[in-house]
């Protein structure tokens, strides 16, 4: 007679203890792919690359704006070259006439006053030229500098990238080696049993746990030993469950019953 055992509640799932402990197995593949989904999200390359992509778009405005300005000053710089040219033309027309010695003294007074005021004006452009062209060597070496840069920002990249990819190549190996080994093991069990574990693992992210020394190993936490009774009382095909957590609770010979 046993009537220390009470009835099994009308939810209580039966299900072979050979299958109970395979859940633990499947438990495990299943935490593994959870941090293999984990590790795929949060790779250092993500955020290396986040980063230099920030830096990529900072010196991509950079060198646009620099370009925009030296193609613009360019333009400044061709200008101030055509005044000073234009006026050395002057000049130079002016000096062959005075050398040339025609004209009455008048004229080549008059001449002469000009090629004066022409050398002036000369030189003030030949200033401005000067400094258009100061300014235009600076832009031009700002663009080479950006340049630089963005082409070594991108090799960067591409090194990360390269690095990313073989670490996602790496855990999508592991998953697939996984997911076979996954195919095999739900082979032939219990399916009740299996579509409970899902449901549970579906909601809270894990289906089973070893109880160990009286202990939830999905939860960490203790049974009281009211628990512990009713489990004790359970038959070995009883599927039974934490009462904090859950998870199906899956005893072996370490269970401490
Ligand atoms: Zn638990």
Redesign the pocket.
């Known amino acids: 007679m046993d009537h220390a055992r009470p009835e099994p509640r009308e939810h209580t799932l039966i299900a072979p203890t050979t299958d109970q402990w395979r859940l633990l197995d499947i438990q495990g593949v299943d935490t593994r792919m959870q941090q293999i989904a984990h590790s795929e999200r949060t790779l250092p390359q993500h955020a290396e690359l986040a980063e230099l992509e920030q830096q990529a778009a900072t010196v991509r405005d950079d060198l646009v704006r620099a370009q925009t300005e030296a193609s613009d000053t360019n333009r400044e710089f061709l200008k101030a070259e055509a005044d000073v040219d234009q006026v050395r033309q002057r000049a130079a027309r002016d000096q062959a006439r005075l050398d040339a010695g025609q004209g009455g003294h008048k004229e080549l007074e008059s001449l002469q006053h000009e090629l004066a005021t022409l050398a002036r004006r000369q030189s003030d452009l030949e200033d401005v030229e000067l400094e258009v062209m100061e300014r235009l060597e600076a832009l031009n070496s700002e663009v080479e500098r950006l340049s630089t840069e963005q082409a070594a920002l991108a090799e960067r990249t591409a090194e990360v990238v390269g690095r990313r990819d073989a670490a996602l190549a790496k855990l999508a190996e592991e998953r697939e080696r996984l997911q076979r080994e996954r195919s095999g093991m739900v082979l032939g069990l219990d399916t009740a049993l299996l579509a409970l574990y899902e449901k549970i693992r579906e909601s809270s992210g894990a289906g089973a ?1 070893m109880l160990r020394a009286r202990r ?1 190993e ?2 960490r ?1 203790e049974l009281n030993p009211q628990d512990m009774q009713r489990i004790r009382a359970a038959a070995d095909d009883d599927v039974v469950r ?1 009462e ?2 859950r ?1 199906i ?1 899956v005893r072996t010979g370490e269970s401490g019953l």
């Open positions: 746990a939830c999905g939860c936490l934490c904090e957590c998870r609770l």
